[in-house]
């Protein structure tokens, strides 16, 4: 499988501060795109539709994700943060996946039929999240862990006279084996690759006997997420959000609350409408009427809006050895590189957790920031 890669040389608050200054991630890391070729070696197969139509309908479509794998990169001395890039696809993402799948598999387009394709793209994302310290550490592959490399998801329709009919949904995240050297290259053209392959089996016939669909359908379909009250206003409302429900819609769980920021971590105090001030380490994130923080760790982090989600820069490590490590929803044993908070969802790679957790360490601390992104299906962060 083929990519070539091209490089286009092209925090945490601890007081909070009102400035013009655009601070979000976007802004402030180099891009590298890469672009999709063509593989000559992969099979062809009939298909019954004559055309691939990819529509992107990701919350954020102006990249696919953050890296600072150095197997990405040509090495660049000028610093920590200057190596992490945004990574994003030469003529746009839809563009780019639409004519590398067409020129992949017009052999066995059927060009006798105006019936196509349609692939709604609702999340491509690549993440840095990585085991490799914790599987060289204890050098036990009863305790190893995969590295999540790819989230990527996907509806599929067959258009014909007019109508949409649903096919299947393509759903999975892609990681990479163990020791293995990380290739992005393999897992985005597999992940395209994937989805055709499974119509080798599919029954077309079968497909048009089911209820079409029309295009304001598939349009609300595929873009409702977005339809959650917190996307109608300008500003969420002042108070404490206890978890991304409650945030997406917009009815904060507390008003009456106090945020201290500190230089190691920070104190969010409540007051419930009886009147009682408790301390909680649960919340999702608060808003402040003006600026909105997520909790990530210890520590809280400034939301920057991106499109039609929100990204941060929030910590790249964090040293952990607490009690509630190992009674957390989806950690296998007390050496989990992860840390997961049981305020999100506890559903696999969609689990909110803090990087390159470990219990070699009993302090808790503020390590070096990375760039991340809210995926707004589940207010997990990624």
């Given at each position: 499988?083929?990519?070539f890669?091209h490089i286009l040389?092209?925090?945490?608050?601890?007081?909070k501060?009102?400035?013009?200054?655009d601070d979000?991630p976007s802004s402030?890391?180099?891009s590298?795109?890469i672009?999709?070729?063509?593989?000559s070696?992969l099979e062809?197969f009939?298909?019954?539709?004559?055309k691939i139509?990819?529509r992107?309908v990701?919350?954020d479509?102006?990249k696919?994700g953050y890296?600072a794998?150095s197997?990405?990169f040509n090495k660049?001395?000028d610093?920590?943060?200057?190596?992490?890039?945004?990574?994003?696809?030469e003529?746009?993402?839809?563009?780019?996946?639409?004519?590398?799948?067409?020129?992949?598999y017009?052999?066995?387009?059927?060009?006798?039929?105006?019936?196509?394709?349609?692939i709604?793209?609702?999340?491509?994302?690549?993440?840095d999240?990585?085991?490799?310290?914790?599987?060289q550490?204890?050098?036990n592959?009863s305790?190893?862990?995969?590295?999540?490399?790819?989230?990527?998801k996907?509806?599929?329709?067959?258009?014909?006279?007019?109508?949409?009919?649903?096919m299947?949904?393509?759903?999975?995240?892609?990681?990479?084996?163990?020791?293995k050297?990380?290739k992005?290259?393999?897992?985005?053209?597999n992940?395209?690759?994937?989805?055709?392959?499974r119509?080798?089996?599919t029954d077309?016939t079968?497909?048009k006997?089911?209820?079409?669909?029309?295009?304001?359908?598939?349009?609300?379909?595929?873009?409702r997420?977005?339809?959650a009250p917190?996307f109608k206003?300008?500003?969420?409302?002042k108070?404490?959000?206890?978890?991304?429900?409650e945030?997406k819609?917009?009815?904060?769980a507390?008003?009456?609350?106090?945020?201290k920021?500190g230089?190691?971590?920070?104190?969010l105090?409540?007051?419930?409408?009886?009147g009682?001030s408790f301390?909680?380490?649960a919340?999702?994130?608060?808003?402040?009427g003006e600026?909105?923080?997520?909790?990530l760790?210890?520590n809280f982090?400034?939301l920057y809006?991106?499109?039609?989600?929100?990204?941060?820069?929030?910590t790249?490590s964090m040293?952990?050895?607490?009690p509630?490590?190992q009674?957390?929803?989806g950690?296998?044993?007390?050496?989990?590189i992860?840390h997961?908070e049981?305020n999100?969802?506890?559903?696999?790679?969609?689990?909110?957790?803090t990087?390159?957790?470990?219990p070699?360490?009993t302090s808790?601390?503020?390590g070096?920031?990375?760039?991340?992104?809210?995926?707004?299906e589940?207010?997990?962060?990624?």
């Amino acid at each position: 499988m083929l990519l070539f890669i091209h490089i286009l040389i092209a925090g945490k608050t601890q007081e909070k501060q009102k400035t013009e200054k655009d601070d979000s991630p976007s802004s402030n890391t180099r891009s590298a795109s890469i672009s999709l070729i063509p593989d000559s070696t992969l099979e062809t197969f009939s298909l019954p539709f004559s055309k691939i139509e990819i529509r992107d309908v990701r919350p954020d479509t102006s990249k696919i994700g953050y890296s600072a794998r150095s197997t990405w990169f040509n090495k660049i001395g000028d610093g920590s943060m200057s190596k992490i890039r945004k990574v994003c696809v030469e003529n746009g993402f839809a563009n780019a996946a639409a004519t590398f799948l067409n020129a992949q598999y017009h052999k066995g387009f059927n060009t006798n039929t105006q019936d196509q394709l349609l692939i709604c793209i609702k999340k491509c994302w690549f993440s840095d999240f990585d085991s490799s310290f914790v599987n060289q550490l204890y050098g036990n592959k009863s305790l190893a862990f995969s590295n999540e490399r790819l989230y990527f998801k996907a509806e599929m329709y067959l258009r014909s006279n007019g109508s949409y009919y649903p096919m299947y949904r393509f759903d999975s995240v892609f990681n990479d084996e163990i020791n293995k050297p990380y290739k992005p290259v393999n897992a985005l053209t597999n992940a395209l690759a994937l989805m055709i392959n499974r119509l080798k089996h599919t029954d077309f016939t079968s497909i048009k006997q089911r209820r079409g669909m029309s295009e304001a359908d598939v349009e609300s379909f595929n873009t409702r997420l977005i339809d959650a009250p917190v996307f109608k206003v300008a500003k969420p409302i002042k108070g404490v959000y206890m978890s991304f429900d409650e945030f997406k819609n917009n009815r904060p769980a507390y008003t009456d609350y106090e945020i201290k920021f500190g230089k190691l971590t920070d104190e969010l105090d409540v007051k419930s409408p009886d009147g009682k001030s408790f301390t909680t380490q649960a919340a999702w994130g608060v808003c402040d009427g003006e600026d909105i923080y997520i909790k990530l760790g210890r520590n809280f982090f400034k939301l920057y809006p991106m499109q039609k989600t929100w990204e941060f820069f929030g910590t790249g490590s964090m040293y952990r050895n607490d009690p509630e490590m190992q009674n957390s929803p989806g950690v296998k044993n007390q050496k989990d590189i992860y840390h997961y908070e049981t305020n999100q969802t506890p559903n696999g790679p969609e689990t909110f957790r803090t990087r390159n957790a470990s219990p070699l360490f009993t302090s808790t601390k503020l390590g070096e920031l990375y760039p991340y992104q809210v995926d707004i299906e589940t207010g997990a962060i990624y």
